[in-house]
C-alpha cells in the first residue's frame, strides 16, 4: 500500500508539471497572451536551480533563511507563551489583551517593516524583528486556547492533591494542553515563514527573500519561480516532516 501511495503521489507531481508547460505553451505560443521571458517554464526553472546550485547561491540562501527563522521562531516561542499564561490567569487581560493581540495578529508582516528599519537599520535584528512580530502573538493565542481548552477535571484533581502552582502547569496543565499546543505551533510556523521573506526583501545579502528580488530587478522570472518553489518545499517539508510527525505521536501516545 506504501508504494501505491508514493506512485500516486509522483503521477500527481508530474500531472502538475505537465499542466504547468502546457499553460506556458498555450499562453506564450498558440494564444500570444504573453511574452515567452515574462512567463516562468519548466525548462527555464530547471536552469535556474542548475545555475543556483552550481554557484553555492541556493544552499546559502537556504541556510541564512533558516537560520533566521529559527531564531525569530525560538524567540516568538518564549514571549509567546509568556502573555499566553498571562492572559489565561487574568480575566482583566483575558477582556482587554486578548482582543488586542487577535487584531495585531491580523496585521501583515510588511506593516512592520518600516518599524523595522527605523528602530534597528539595515541590520539582521531588523529581520528578526519582523519575523517575532509576524508570529509571536499566534503563540500566545495557542497557548491561551490550548490550556482554555484543558478539562476543568484534571485542574480540580491537582488541587486536590495539593499540587503546587509550578507543577499545575508542568505536570498537569501543560502536558494536557500539549495537542492543541502543536497545532497552534504549525500554524505559528507559517507565519514566521512568510514573516521571514518579508524581512528578508527589506534587507538581506544572502537569504531566499533576497535572491527572489535579485531575480526580480534582473527580470529573471524563472529565478524567481525558483525561489518561490523552494519556499513552497521548505514549507511543506517542515510542517509534514516535523510537526505533523510530531503531532501524531502525542496523539499516538495517548490513544487518540
Known amino acids: 500500500m506504501k508504494w501505491k501511495k508514493v506512485i500516486g503521489s509522483l503521477l500527481f507531481v508530474v500531472g502538475v ?3 504547468w508547460q502546457l499553460l506556458y505553451v498555450a499562453a506564450t505560443d498558440w494564444l500570444g497572451w504573453a511574452k515567452p521571458y515574462a512567463v ?18 541556493l544552499f546559502a540562501a537556504v541556510a541564512k533563511s533558516m537560520l533566521r527563522v529559527l531564531i525569530g521562531f525560538c524567540i516568538s516561542l518564549i514571549i509567546g507563551v509568556f502573555f499566553g499564561i ?16 487577535m487584531g495585531i495578529q491580523t496585521l501583515p508582516s510588511i506593516c512592520w517593516v518600516p518599524f523595522a528599519i527605523l528602530w534597528f537599520g539595515l541590520q539582521e535584528s531588523a529581520i528578526i524583528f519582523v519575523v517575532v512580530m509576524g508570529s509571536v502573538f499566534s503563540v500566545s493565542l495557542a497557548v491561551e486556547s490550548g490550556i482554555k481548552g484543558v478539562p476543568p477535571l484534571y485542574i480540580k484533581a491537582a488541587k486536590t492533591m495539593g499540587v ?14 500539549l495537542p492543541s499546543f502543536v497545532a497552534g505551533l504549525k500554524q505559528t510556523w507559517s507565519f514566521a515563514w ?28 524563472n529565478q524567481v519561480m525558483t525561489v518561490m518553489l523552494v519556499i513552497v518545499l521548505i514549507g511543506i517539508i517542515i510542517d509534514k516532516g516535523i510537526f ?8 499516538r501516545k495517548r490513544g487518540l
Not at 503546587?164 to 494542553?177: D, L
Not at 512568510?194 to 528580488?213: F, I, K, N, Q
Not at 505533523?244 to 496523539?251: P, R
Open 86 to 101: 498571562v492572559i489565561i490567569n487574568s480575566d482583566y487581560m483575558a477582556r482587554n489583551l486578548k482582543p488586542l493581540l
Open 164 to 177: 503546587s502552582k509550578v507543577k499545575m502547569y508542568t505536570k498537569v496543565i501543560f502536558p494536557a494542553a
Open 194 to 221: 512568510r514573516a521571514l521573506m518579508s524581512g528578508e526583501v527589506m534587507s538581506a545579502s544572502v537569504g531566499l527573500g533576497y535572491t527572489l528580488m535579485i531575480g526580480r530587478d534582473l527580470a529573471d522570472i
Open 17 to 19: 508539471l505537465a499542466v
Open 244 to 251: 505533523t510527525n510530531i503531532e501524531n505521536y502525542i496523539l
Open 40 to 57: 516562468p517554464h519548466l525548462k527555464g526553472v530547471l536552469l535556474s536551480i542548475k545555475t543556483l546550485v552550481v554557484n553555492g547561491t
